[in-house]
C-alpha cells in the first residue's frame, strides 16, 4: 500500500467519523426573541423560554430587548434575520411603527411568531397572547362590583398605540359604560412604567387636589403603584384632600406576576387591592415555534387563559407561585448540571469517536505494513526461487560437465603412469600431453563458470597457480599412497579380508572408473541410486560408502541421513562424491552427516588418499578395545589422532567417534556385563538383545573393533575375572564360573593365552 491510497483511505475514514458524529446530531435551530421592552414581566417570560429551550436540545436562542424603542427594534430585528435566524419571535413595541420590519423577516421565509401585543401587519405565521379587550373587561366587572357601581376612576394607560393599552381600555369603559354611576374622571398616558405613572399622576393631582377619586385603575401593575406613590405623597402633603373620606383610594393593576415585588404579592399586602395575571407561558411559546420548525401541526391564533387576584385567592395563588419558581430554580440547577453531564457526555463521544478513527488508521497502517511486508517476502521468495532455480541450473549443468571431466581426466591420468605410456614415442606423449592440457583447460572454464565465488578463484588464483596445485596436491597424494601402501595392507590382514567399499552412483562410467580405482585394495558393491545403496548397505555393513549426490529415488543426503542414523549402519563412514562445489552445499553435506565431500573432477590418488585415512581412523577406535571395558569411554577421545592435514577435505567428524557409535558400544557393553556369568551367552543372543543379524552385528564389531563379538566377549570376561582375582575369598574356579567360563580349566588356558600367566601366579 503507498502513501497515496493511505492518505485516501484516511480522508474517506475522517469524512465517515465525521458523517457519523453529524447523523447522530439533531438539526440546530436559531430563534430570535425580540422583544420591546426589558421588565419583570419579560424577564419572567424569557426563564420560561429558556426553560422551554431545556426540553428541546437543537434549539438556540437569541435575545434582543429595544427598551420601548421602535427604532431601536426595527434594527434589532434586520439584525436578528441578517444572522440567520430560523424563526422570529416579536413582542410589538406599537401596533404600525414595527411591521415593516417583521414583514421582511417574513418576505425571506423566515416564520413570525406575534406575541402578547398585536401588529398591524397580516404577515405572522402564528400569533399568542393573551386577550387584553376581555382582560379589560373583566376588570371593569370587578372594579364596578367593589365599588358598589358608584364612584370616581382615575385610569393610568400604557404605552400609546400599543394594542394591550388600546384593548384593555376599550374592554374597561365598555364595562363602565353599563353602570352610570361610575366615572371615569380622568385618563391619563403612561408607557408602562412607574416612574412615568407617578409622574403623570403626581401633575394631575396638583390640578385636580379638590376631585375625590375613589378607585385607580393602572394597564399593569407598575403603574398602579407609581400611581399609588403619587397618591400617598399627595395625602401626606395635603391630608385633608384626595382619596375616599380623607384616604387614600383603591389601585388595582395588570399583569399579577409572582414573586418578591410582583402583582401577587401586592394584592396580599393590600398595597393593590386586586391584579390581573397577564399570562407569560414562554415555555408554550416555544413549543409552538418549535411545532412550526419541525412542520408539526398548529394553532395560528392562540388565546391564553388567565384570572383576576384578589385578597381572597392571593395568598394561595402566592403559595403556589413560589412553588413554581422554586421547582423551576430546581429545574435550572438541574439543568446545568445536566449540561455539564451533556457537555462530558459529548467530550467522552468525540474522545471515542477520535480513538475510533485513530485504532481504524492504526489498522489501516499496520494492514498497509502486513500488505508491504507481505508483499516484499513474497518479492523475497520469488527471488529466492528463482536463485534456487538458477543455481539448480547451474549444479545440473556442473553435475553434466563435471561427471565427464572425471571420466576424462582420470582415466587419462592413469594412463600416463602405465609402463605402456612410459615407453611410447615422442609423438604419441606429446599427444597425450595436448588431450591432458586441453582437459585441463576445460576444467579451468568449467571451475570460471560455475565457482566463480567459490574456492581458490575467489581467493584470485589465477588458472595457471590452479594447474600447479592440482598437480602438487596428485604427487604428493600419490607419494603418500606409496608410503602407506605397507600399512594398507597390515589392515587388509587385520580384517582378515580387504575392507567393503560401497559405491553409489547412477552414473554407471562414474562407478567403473572409481571401481578401476578402489579395486586393488578393496572389495567394490554398487548401487544406482540412494534407495538401493541404503538396502545394500544394511545387508553387506561396508566399510565404507562413497556416494554421488544427485541421483534419482533417493539423492545422497537423504541417503547419508539415513545412514548415519540406521543403528546398524551408523558406524560407516561416507564420502560424498559430487559436481556440488559450492560452499552451502558443502554445508549442506556435512549437516547430513558425510564424513567428507569430494568434488568433481577428482585426482585418483586425492580420493585413494581419502579413503585409507578414513580406515586408518577406524584402526585407531579398534586399537582401543584391547584396554579394559571402563577406561575405554575416558580414552577414546584423548587418544584418537587427527586425519591427516595434507587432505583438504579432512573435518572435524573424524577426531572423535560418532555418538552413534559410542551408544552401540555402551549397549553392547551392557549386554554382555549383564549377561556374562551366563555360560550360554552367544553372539546370537547378543545380536538379539541389539535388534542386529548375526551377520550385521559381526560385520559392525569386526568394521569398529577388527576382532569378533567372540573375541570380544572373551576378552570381557577375562578382563572382569582379572578384577575378580583380588578378591582372596573367591577360589579361581569360583571366579571362572561367575564370568561364563563352563570349565576352570579351559578358563586357566583362555587365562594364560592372554595375559601369559595363569590366575594362580597372578593372585
Known sequence: MNYRNLLRYTIVLLCAIGFTACSNTPRKYHIGVSQCSNDIWRDKQNAEL???????????LLFATADDSDERQVQQIDSLVAEGIDLLIVAPNQVGTISPAIDRAYDKGIPVIVFERKTDSKKYTAYMGADNYEMGRLMGEYVASRMNHRGNIVEVMGLKGSSPAIERHNGFNATLRKYPDIRVVATLQGDWTEPTAYNITRQWLMRNAEQQVDLVFGMNDRTAMGARKAFLENLKESPSLGGVRGGLPLFCGIDGLPGEGGGIQLVRDSLLDASYIYPTHGDQLLKLA??????????????????????????????????????????????????????????????????????????????????????????????????????????????????????????????????????????????????????????RLVNKIFDAQQGNVAKGLSPHEIDEMIVSQTREAHDRLLNESTVQQGIAKAFGEQ?????????????????????????????????????????????????????????????????????????????????????????????????????????????????????????????????????????????????????????????????????????????????????????????????????????????????????????????????????????????????????????????????????????
Open 50 to 60: 429558556r426553560m422551554g429551550a431545556y426540553l428541546h436540545g437543537n434549539v438556540d
Open 290 to 443: 418549535v411545532d412550526i420548525l419541525e412542520g408539526k401541526p398548529y394553532e395560528k391564533e392562540t388565546s391564553l387563559m388567565s384570572a383576576i387576584v384578589t385578597h381572597d385567592n392571593a395568598r394561595v395563588l402566592l403559595l403556589e407561585s413560589d412553588e413554581v419558581m422554586r421547582q423551576s430554580q430546581n429545574v435550572e440547577q438541574l439543568h446545568k448540571m445536566s449540561d455539564g453531564y451533556l457537555q462530558r457526555l459529548a467530550n467522552q463521544r468525540m474522545f471515542t469517536l477520535l480513538s475510533v478513527g485513530i485504532i481504524l488508521l492504526l489498522l489501516l497502517l499496520f494492514a498497509g505494513l502486513w500488505r508491504y511486508n507481505r508483499q516484499k517476502a513474497r518479492i523475497a521468495k520469488e527471488r529466492n526461487r528463482l536463485e534456487r532455480e538458477q543455481l539448480d541450473f547451474y549444479t545440473q549443468v556442473s553435475h553434466e560437465l563435471r561427471t565427464p571431466l572425471t571420466l576424462i581426466e582420470g582415466p587419462l591420468a592413469q594412463l600416463s603412469a602405465t609402463d605402456e605410456m612410459q615407453k611410447a614415442s615422442a609423438a604419441t606423449a606429446d599427444m597425450l600431453d595436448i588431450v591432458q592440457r586441453n582437459a585441463a583447460h576445460l576444467s
Open 499 to 763: 575392507p567393503t567399499v560401497l559405491v553409489v552412483d547412477d552414473n554407471a562410467d562414474i562407478r567403473a572408473y572409481i571401481h578401476s580405482i578402489l579395486q586393488s585394495r578393496y572389495r567394490i558393491i554398487e548401487a544406482a541410486d540412494g534407495e538401493k545403496a541404503l538396502t545394500v548397505a544394511r545387508e553387506e555393513v561396508p566399510d565404507l560408502i562413497l556416494s554421488d549426490v544427485m541421483m534419482p529415488v533417493m539423492n545422497g543426503l537423504d541417503f547419508c541421513r539415513q545412514v548415519k542414523t540406521d543403528f546398524v549402519t551408523s558406524h560407516i563412514p561416507v564420502i560424498l562424491v559430487t559436481a556440488r562445489a559450492m560452499n552451502q552445499h558443502q554445508v549442506e553435506g556435512y549437516e547430513s552427516g558425510a564424513d567428507a565431500y569430494i568434488t568433481k573432477p577428482f585426482v585418483a590418488d586425492v580420493l585413494l588418499a581419502r579413503v585409507d585415512n578414513l580406515l586408518k581412523s577406524r584402526r585407531v577406535l579398534k586399537n582401543l578395545w584391547n584396554q579394559p571395558v571402563e577406561k575405554q569411554d575416558v580414552e577414546v577421545a584423548q587418544n584418537l589422532q587427527p586425519a591427516s592435514p595434507e587432505v583438504k577435505e579432512a573435518t572435524p567428524q573424524e577426531e572423535t567417534p560418532p555418538a552413534a557409535e559410542n551408544t552401540f558400544i555402551t549397549r553392547f557393553k551392557k549386554v554382555v556385563e549383564e549377561r556374562m556369568s551366563d555360560s550360554d551367552l552367544s553372539v546370537e543372543i547378543i545380536a538379539a538383545e541389539l535388534a542386529l543379524s548375526r551377520v550385521q552385528l559381526y560385520r559392525k564389531v569386526k568394521a569398529l573393533t577388527g576382532c569378533t563379538p567372540v573375541d570380544l566377549l572373551r576378552r570381557a570376561r577375562l578382563n572382569k575375572a582379572l578384577e575378580l582375582l583380588a578378591d582372596p575369598e573367591l577360589t579361581v574356579s569360583e571366579i571362572a564360573y561367575r564370568v561364563g567360563f563352563t570349565s576352570p580349566s579351559y578358563f586357566t588356558k583362555c587365562f594364560k593365552d592372554e595375559y601369559g600367566k595363569v590366575p594362580g601366579d597372578v593372585r
